[in-house]
């Protein structure tokens, strides 16, 4: 049995990053290109679940190439996901996902092509502090 295009599997946060991961900047749509710069652009629907697609900047602390250790991660959400950890420095927080799922997908170009993960979740654990998992499990 051959698994369908765009299979997204679940996957528990502390297993996909032991360390939690780091926001950066704010959470904000996920745009459609727009060649006519008067026009506004619209935000992206996910073919899937028909949610909205929202975007941010991440840094994964576990990841040991450079290059992989930041990545956009997107929401699936009909309303803007708003983390309630307090800023470590002035636009960066730590954040935990709920409802995460990875996709496969080819990454990089030529050949430098990888296997990689797109990662969506549903929104962020309102906690207050999110915690790495490994901080967790110590306390």
């Known amino acids: ?58 840094l994964d602390p576990a990841e040991k190439k450079s290059k992989r250790a930041s990545f956009d991660l ?7 996901p708003v983390p309630a950890a307090p800023e470590l420095i002035p636009g960066v927080r730590p954040v935990e996902l709920e409802g995460l799922t990875a996709q496969p997908k080819v990454m990089g170009q030529g050949e430098f092509e990888y296997q990689g993960f797109l990662y969506l979740a549903s929104d962020i654990k309102q ?13």
């Open 1 to 58: 049995m051959a698994l369908p295009r765009d299979q997204r599997f679940p996957v528990p946060f502390g297993e996909a990053f032991p360390l939690g991961l780091v926001l950066f900047g704010d959470i904000g749509p996920h745009t459609e290109f727009q060649p006519n710069r008067t026009k506004p652009a619209h935000q992206r629907i996910d073919e899937i679940t028909g949610l909205r697609i929202w975007k941010a900047a991440v």
């Open 74 to 80: 997107f929401f699936l959400a009909e309303v803007q």
């Open 127 to 139: 906690s207050g502090n999110a915690k790495p998992a490994s901080a967790k499990a110590a306390a």
